[in-house]
């Protein structure tokens, strides 16, 4: 339902073709923003967008490992909207083995998309925001606080986003660009379809609220990072994860 939160606000959503993102790039459209999504598969951004409830909205192709295509989104969004006041980085991978099965390849996908790919976010839109302040909000994962054997790289990654998220946060603060991030659990998603039904069931089974998570109840987490309700709030790491991991 639209209640003008985030009325007028322009926003970006990296990986926000399908899953996660996709319910965040909804719910800001739902309060009123201009929401462009941008991910790697260009035609399912380009769909998701043209599908939102927004009254503007941008499907854009782009790899947010690829410094260019960072730039490229930014600059897009800026030269139809005029700036960017949110960013959302969602944009993720899984490649999981055993350390003993893991390949470097592998390593380096999950930290590129992640990390580099969250850097790269994160330092595009404080450029764009320098003289307008605006809210940055990282995807981490529960992964990332309490590591989970079979994803070394992307427990690595995820962790390594909470502190890009706390390094960020203090040297963007006094430009009146907030930084925050969300560790989800075990949230329903294509990324989770793709489980072993007895993993995700075994998974499941570890929650204390007894269920696994719908993308939008991430989305909710991300729209109150995103707007004014979290005004004094940055640095901050918000978990949503039914109480798994706690
Ligand atoms: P998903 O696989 O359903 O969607 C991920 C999206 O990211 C896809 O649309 C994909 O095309 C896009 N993408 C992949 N690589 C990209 C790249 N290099 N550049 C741009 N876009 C790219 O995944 P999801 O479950 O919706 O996950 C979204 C985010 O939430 C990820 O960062 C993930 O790690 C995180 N997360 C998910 C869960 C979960 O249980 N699903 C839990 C914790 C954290």
């Known amino acids: 339902m639209a209640n003008g939160l985030l009325e007028g606000q322009r926003a970006v959503v990296t990986g926000a073709g399908q899953g996660i993102g996709l319910a965040i790039a909804e719910g800001l459209a739902s309060h009123g923003a201009r929401v462009a999504i941008a991910d790697l598969d ?9 599908a939102l409830k927004s009254a503007e909205s941008l499907g854009l192709a782009c790899d947010v490992m690829n410094e260019t295509d ?18 959302i980085n969602n944009a993720g991978v899984t490649r999981d083995a055993s350390l003993r099965n ?3 390849e592998d390593f380096d996908l999950v930290i590129g998309v992640h990390l ?9 839109a404080a450029e764009v925001m320098r003289e307008t302040g605006g809210t940055i909000v990282n995807i981490s994962s529960m992964s990332g606080k309490v590591g989970n054997p079979g994803q070394t790289n992307y427990s690595a990654a995820k962790a390594g986003i909470v502190g ?10 006094h430009r ?8 989800p659990g075990l949230i329903k998603t294509p990324m989770t379809a793709a489980m072993k039904a007895e993993a995700f069931a075994a998974t499941e089974a570890t929650i204390p609220m007894g269920r696994a998570g719908n993308p939008s109840e991430v989305a909710g987490a991300a729209i109150f990072l995103a707007s004014p309700l979290s005004s004094y709030m940055t640095g901050t790491v918000l978990e949503v994860s039914g109480g ?3």
Do not use: C, F, Y
Request: no cysteine; hydrophobic share 50%; charged share 25%.
């Open 42 to 50: 260009g035609d399912r951004a380009v769909a998701a967008a043209s």
């Open 102 to 104: 893991m390949t470097p």
């Open 116 to 124: 580099r790919g969250s850097w790269l976010g994160v330092r595009k």
């Open 244 to 246: 798994r991991g706690m």
């Open 164 to 173: 890009l998220t706390k390094a960020a946060a203090k040297e963007l603060a």
């Open 176 to 183: 009146g660009i907030r930084v925050n991030a969300i560790q």
């Open 70 to 87: 960072v730039d490229d989104v930014a600059a897009k969004v800026v030269d139809a909207w005029g700036g960017i006041d949110i960013w």
